[in-house]
């Protein structure tokens, strides 16, 4: 397995409340990325980022932001948590842009 | 806006049966395909994965067929094993850079003995 962690694996959170998820990388990959799975609707991007400070939206970025400080972390910050944010998040991996995404194990995020 | 889509929503298969999951993109700038298979409480893991300059691509028992023109592509997997029972996702892209994967809905297959 690629070494990506993902922190916490599971959360349950009240709405109203932030939220930060982690993704740890030891694989000096360039490409970072943030998803959210869930039933009906497959994987969609939530924020990508393409070096350190260099970030950009996905298709559902509204009420999600994030961080990349250094190569190896990638920070997704829920503002505000809603219900509608209740979801499971991966986090992925790439060294030469999408050829290849190395998934995380993902973090199971309920907000009541 | 959905610009991949994928069917069928769930498959049941007989072990030793054959598996076709199809998809379908809008996007003609798209020139990367990938399946990704994900085991329940796992991150997905590519699969397989095809360039427009190929109609087939086979990877042991997994083949994806591409059909430029029609704007389609399907993942075949032969003998189907209870071992393949997972969730299927087709994606797509441009190649190269940091462009987006857009993904497909997914297809669960269970693959019965």
């Known amino acids: 397995d690629a070494g990506i962690t993902q922190s916490p694996r599971h959360k349950v959170t009240e709405t109203g409340t932030p939220v930060t998820l982690r993704c740890h990388q030891t694989e000096n990959h360039r490409y970072m990325y943030w998803y959210r799975q869930d039933p009906g609707h497959g994987l969609r991007l939530i924020h990508y980022s393409y070096g350190v400070k260099d970030t950009d939206k996905g298709e559902v970025s509204d009420g999600y932001s994030v961080s990349r400080s250094k190569t190896e972390d990638f920070l997704l910050t829920l503002e505000s948590a809603t219900s509608s944010q209740t979801s499971v998040y991966f986090c992925a991996i790439a060294d030469r842009g999408v050829d290849e995404q190395y998934f995380g194990p993902g973090t199971r995020l309920t907000v009541t | 806006q959905q610009q991949v889509k994928q069917s069928p929503q769930s498959l049941i298969v007989q072990k030793g049966g054959i598996s076709i999951i199809n998809c379908a993109y809008e996007?003609?700038?798209?020139?990367?395909f990938p399946w990704y298979q994900q085991f329940p409480g796992k991150g997905p893991a590519l699969l397989i994965a095809i360039r427009p300059d190929v109609s087939e691509k086979k990877e042991g028992r997994f083949t994806i067929s591409f059909n430029k023109s029609a704007k389609q592509f399907s993942l075949h997997i032969m003998d189907s094993q209870p071992g393949d029972s997972a969730t299927y996702f087709c994606?797509?892209?441009?190649?190269?850079?940091?462009?987006?994967?857009?993904f497909g809905t997914g297809t669960k297959l269970q693959v019965i003995p």
């Open positions: 996007n003609t700038a798209f020139d990367y």
């Open positions: 994606a797509a892209s441009r190649a190269g850079g940091y462009q987006k994967v857009t």
